[in-house]
């Protein structure tokens, strides 16, 4: 099973792809979280990246295209996977479609977890992040077992350094532009299905997994 997580930054792509992973038994792909480690490791990629991120723009499609076609090619992407924020622009969907067909396949879903911009603002000011193993939490609406300590490694958890309110805002201004076109690209493929991300989190998986069957 081929997935790819639509939605604004916050909506929770990310905790939905997670929970797909463990249950469907297939790998999650987040380009947020690759170049997260290609930061935090201070490679030549990281450090090209940052100076996009920082300022709540997408890195350009060049350093971002090939790196998920390489990672798609793998093993153990044999069954399927879960790809968590990208596409995020018509020529990164282009080029995966490109790519796919290469590789005599295609996506089967394009899930959007639709979650309007007044909602996202908070969920991305309470977001706090493992730096260890990609876990998400929410202050308020998912908050870890010990405050500030992830449930899953045992980690100190962190703010994002792009989840600012002033960047919070040109990421949503980037997604309105570049990303949300990608609704309209999937739904023309007859692969769009549209799930509502402001109910509870596990009401959201439940409506997801009802899509993609048990
Ligand atoms: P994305 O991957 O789309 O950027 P995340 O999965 O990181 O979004 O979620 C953003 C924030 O919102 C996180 O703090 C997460 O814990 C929280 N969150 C995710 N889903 C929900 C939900 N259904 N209701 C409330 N908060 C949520
Ligand atoms: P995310 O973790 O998905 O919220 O992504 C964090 C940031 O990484 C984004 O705001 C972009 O700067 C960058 N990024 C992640 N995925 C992509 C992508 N597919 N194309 C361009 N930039 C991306």
Do not use: W
Request: proline share 5%; glycine share 10%.
């Amino acid at each position: 099973m081929k997935i790819i997580m639509l939605g604004a930054p916050g909506a929770g792509k990310g905790t939905q792809a997670i929970m797909i992973s463990e249950k469907y038994g297939i790998p999650h792909i987040s380009t947020g979280d690759i170049f997260r480690a290609n930061i935090k490791n201070g490679t030549e990629l990281g450090k090209k990246a940052r100076e996009y991120m920082d300022q709540g723009l997408l890195v350009p499609d060049e350093l971002t295209c090939d790196l998920v076609v390489d990672r798609i090619s793998r093993d153990d992407c044999s069954k399927g996977y879960i790809l968590d924020g990208f596409p995020r622009t018509i020529p990164q969907a282009q080029a995966l479609d490109r790519a796919l067909e290469r590789m005599e396949t295609s996506i089967d879903y394009a899930i959007d977890v639709d979650v309007p911009d007044e909602n996202i603002v908070n969920r991305m000011s309470g977001r706090r992040a493992c730096p260890g193993c990609g876990a998400t939490y929410h202050v308020m609406f998912r908050a870890p077992k010990t405050e500030g300590i992830c449930d899953e490694c045992g980690e100190k958890l962190i703010v994002r350094a792009d989840d600012q309110p002033e960047t919070v805002q040109k990421r949503l201004t980037v997604y309105h532009d570049q990303t949300q076109p990608l609704i309209d690209y999937y739904d023309k493929k007859g692969i769009l299905k549209t799930v509502d991300g402001t109910k509870h989190v596990d009401e959201v998986f439940g409506d997801i997994t009802a899509i993609l069957g048990e």
